[in-house]
């Protein structure tokens, strides 16, 4: 037997690893931490593009590129070209024809002559009335019906592309195929307006008629989509050109229909396809302003690709609510920038997809949020950076790889007992297993074989970080700091003191307990007041709650309290601070004080009310002050509370 390996063409490769977007959510997480929410953080992920992954565009560079093919089809040429070739067919025809007429001196060639300089000045007119003439110069006739030619390849271009080339050589039989083509298409859509369209049908129209529809439709809604937007730029080209073009061109397309007995079929084809699309910009003007003249067709096309571009820009801006990826329309993507483009797109697509599939994205009401398993990669980032800033050895801190929950191992065991967290001695719980069932036979385990190591006991710490979510942080620039600073201390304490119990408190006009997963697309509020009052009042129920823990409170914040809890539980709010407020909050300080608890306040502000404040806080409750950039913020928090957690 001979065997072949190659690469597996039967969908997705199974035997291929998760799609790794650990590097993607990293690269949003440095906009969530500077303050970003989830949905603002992807959207510029997606608009970036991400890094070492296949040189993949984002949707700014394809965007760009959109924007340049606009440009270059606003400079293509202008719309009136088929109006200028016309005239410029009839004005040789003409001319062919007097020459042929001024040699004769007859009475009837002076009466032609007459019947010429008689023409309307509009070349629709003149062409009308030249449809009659029984031209003397063969040259003359030749070249007229070559006009002729131009104008029925150029009309139906208009309509259905590539037409052109169908119509190429002038064959009595073709026309009447395209009318018998255009009667079936006008057919089958009231078929569907009736509810009696089938894909069998459409099947059987593609086989006879296919050769016609360079573009492929599967079924009569791309079919549709062709053709109405086509036809929509058809009627862009008539609203863009002067009222005197537009009703030469007008005037040239009727005739040109009539003529071919394609009148009747093209208005109930055009009156099918507005009632199907009326959402495409039928009469939109648009302007070129290329210097190289257009025939029909082309502008047609340009004013068709031009549209697609409209659209494509908007789509790829992504700056509306509710954007997503999937609002981008892959074919035009294809028409419009090529493969490589899709390839790009699909690629953003599938970063998006697995950011939600493998459980760090999730939308909740519409509303794009990270996942707890997200922030937490988030907190241990913020924390990284922490470590990162602080001095080599400084103060021995560094990541712990190995937390657990316990204290240093003393080397002795004993029993395990329900609820311990303790690491199992597996040696001596093997050997217990051993000892019961005798040497030489299978070991199997029971309850009473498991043995723990027993540790040192380590004191537990109930932590408070309370942050200032007022909107004075956001004008003064320290709210990023602010969030990546809580980030990084509840990363640290689940990771490296995972005994303890912290709770972050947010305060503006009033406090809130904010949870794990809220931290990372949480956004200062837009209100007044700065309620430290009601903070202390949250932290002070977490620390009695847990009466044998250590209290760690860490207070940040960048001005003085302007805001109160009332007795009805509502929020007072006065600047300057009234003297009721700072009593109010001063008492909660006391309290802190008789619980133990030292405060420690980080300032990010040199207001000397401030200053006055904070000072009189550490004089009652023992506590330090710290006044610390916004860029460091996160480095004198997390070293505080490692100096305050070896001290305890």
Known sequence: MSYRYGEYREGPDPLAPPYDVRSALDQMGDAVLAGANPAHALRDLLKQGLPGAGDRRGLDDLLREVRRRRRELRERGRLDGTLERARALLDKAIGQERAELFPDPSDEARLREAELDGLPSDTASAIQELSDYQWRSGAARQTFEELRDLLRRE???????????????????????????????NDMLDRDARGEHTQEDFDAFMSKYGDMFPEAPRNLEELVDILARRAAATQRLMASLTPRQREELNQL?????????LGEQMRRLGESLYSRRPDLAW???????????????????????????????????????GARLDDIDEAAIRRALGRSAVDDLDALRRIERELERQGYLRRQRGKLELTPKAVRRLGETALRRVFASLDSGRRGDHDQVDAGAAGELTGSSRPWRFGDEQPIDVVRTVVNGVRRGGAGGTVTLTVDDFEVAETERRTAAAVCLLVDLSYSMALRGTWAAAKQTAMALQALVAS??????????GFSNYARVLQPDELAGLEWDMVQGTNLHHALLIAGRHLDRHPDFEPVVLVVTDGEPTAHLRRNGSAAFEWPPTRETLDLTLAEVDKMTRRRATLNVFMLADDERLKDFVNEVARRNGGRVFSSSADRLGEYVVSDFLRTRRNR
């Open 283 to 321: 009469n939109t003007p648009e302007r070129l302003s290329g210097e190289e003249p257009l025939e029909m067709g082309d502008a047609v096309s340009a004013l068709e690709e031009l549209a697609d571009l409209t659209q494509l820009e908007a789509a790829l801006r992504q700056d509306y609510p």
């Open 155 to 185: 009309v139906l271009d208009s309509q259905f592309r590539g037409m052109r080339e169908a119509l190429a050589n002038p064959d009595p039989a073709a026309m009447e195929r395209v009318g018998q083509m255009m009667s079936a298409l």
């Open 496 to 505: 490296k003191f995972p005994q303890d119990s912290v709770q972050i408190i």
């Open 253 to 261: 397309i009727n005739q040109t229909l009539d003529q071919a007995g």
